[in-house]
C-alpha cells in the first residue's frame, strides 16, 4: 500500500521558516494537500493541488510537490502556527495521509 | 456555505457493530462529482481514510478495513451513515467526515465536520 512520510516533530523560531517535507514514491505524479490540526480542533486545509491557497490562509503557508518529495513552507512563522500538520494525497482512489508533523515555535 | 455534522454513540462495546451518521448541507449528493468520506483518528495518532461514497453511489473503502465497514447515503436527509462492524478498543477515536468533489481539479477533502469521539470498552 501507498505509504506518505512526515518527519515527526520539529521546531522553528519565531519570524523564520519553517519547511515540512513528505515523502511517498513519486509523489510528485499525484496531487498532495496539507492540513494544520490544533489540539481539539478539526484539520483545516491550508494547501490542495500542491500549491494553492484556498480563502482565507494567510499568504505565508506555500507548497511545492516533484519527484519523490512535497512540501509545506510556512514563512515568517508565527506562534499560531504552532500545530500538527498532515499531508495527503490520493492513490487511486484511497486517501492517504502521513503520519503528522508537530511544529513548535519557540 | 457547506457543513458536515458527525453523530453516534460516544460508547460502544468491544465486539459491537458502530453506526455513525454524517448530516451535511450546503450540497447536495445528487450534484455530479460530489462525495462523503470518512476519516478517524485514535487519540493523540495520526488521521486514518477509512472510507467513500460518491454522488453516483461508487463506494471505496480502506483496504485494511474493507471488511467490516459499510458506507451508504440517504440523498433526502442529506445523510451519509457509515458502519463498522466488530468494534475492538484500538478503535476508539475521533472519526470524521468530510467533503470531496472529484469533478474540481484536484480532489481535496474540505470541509470536514466537527468529529465525534467513539470510545470503545466493555
Known amino acids: 500500500s501507498y505509504e506518505l512520510t512526515q518527519p515527526p516533530s520539529m521546531s522553528v523560531s519565531p519570524g523564520q521558516t519553517a519547511s515540512i517535507t513528505c515523502s511517498g514514491h513519486?509523489?510528485?505524479?499525484?496531487?498532495a494537500c496539507w492540513f494544520q490540526q490544533k489540539p481539539g480542533q478539526s484539520p483545516l486545509l491550508v494547501i490542495y493541488?500542491?500549491?494553492r491557497r484556498p480563502s482565507g490562509i494567510p499568504e505565508r503557508f506555500s507548497g511545492s510537490n516533484s519527484g519523490n518529495t512535497a512540501t509545506l513552507t510556512i514563512s515568517e512563522t508565527q506562534a499560531m502556527d504552532e500545530a500538527d500538520y498532515y499531508c495527503?494525497?490520493?492513490?487511486?482512489?484511497?486517501?492517504?495521509f502521513g503520519g503528522g508533523t508537530k511544529l513548535t515555535v519557540l | 456555505q457547506v457543513t458536515l455534522r458527525e453523530s453516534g454513540p460516544a460508547l460502544v462495546k468491544p465486539t459491537q457493530t458502530l453506526t455513525l451518521t454524517c448530516t451535511f448541507s450546503g450540497f447536495s449528493l445528487t450534484t455530479n462529482g460530489m462525495c462523503v468520506n470518512w476519516i478517524r483518528q485514535p487519540p493523540g495518532k495520526a488521521l486514518e481514510w477509512l472510507a467513500r461514497?460518491?454522488?453516483?453511489?461508487?463506494?471505496y473503502y480502506s483496504t485494511s478495513l474493507k471488511t467490516r465497514l459499510t458506507i451508504s447515503k440517504d440523498t433526502s436527509k442529506n445523510q451519509v451513515v457509515l458502519t463498522m462492524t466488530n468494534l475492538d478498543p484500538v478503535d476508539t477515536a475521533t472519526y470524521y467526515c468530510?467533503?470531496?468533489?472529484?469533478?474540481?481539479?484536484?480532489?481535496?477533502?474540505?470541509?470536514w465536520g466537527q468529529g465525534t469521539l467513539v470510545t470503545v470498552s466493555s
Open positions: 468530510a467533503r470531496t468533489n472529484t469533478a474540481a481539479a484536484s480532489n481535496f477533502l474540505d470541509p
Open positions: 495527503q494525497a490520493w492513490d487511486s482512489t484511497t486517501a492517504v
Open positions: 461514497i460518491d454522488w453516483d453511489d461508487e463506494k
Open positions: 513519486k509523489l510528485g505524479d499525484k496531487y
Open positions: 493541488q500542491d500549491s
